[in-house]
């Protein structure tokens, strides 16, 4: 079963995922507004890292779908 959820850190083992990025990326990267984890049947699948400017707004809940 596939899940993701918002988390404000990237604990191991997700440091070393390779990251999705969205949003307005600065150009020094920096740390994203929130990390969206998604695990396939309880293993680390994909992390997405969401940036944001201070007019923009994150979600706060996830929906999986094929």
């Not at 083992?13 to 994203?32: A, F, M, Q, S």
């Not at 309880?42 to 779908?65: K, L, N, Q």
């Amino acid at each position: 079963m596939i899940t993701a959820s918002f988390q404000n850190v990237a604990d191991p083992p997700w440091e070393h995922v390779k990251p999705l990025r969205v949003g307005p990326i600065p150009t020094g990267l920096g740390t994203p507004n929130a990390y969206v984890l998604v695990e396939n049947d309880g293993a680390p699948f994909m992390r997405i890292d969401v940036y944001g400017g201070e007019d923009c707004y994150s979600f706060e809940a996830t929906c999986v779908w094929r």
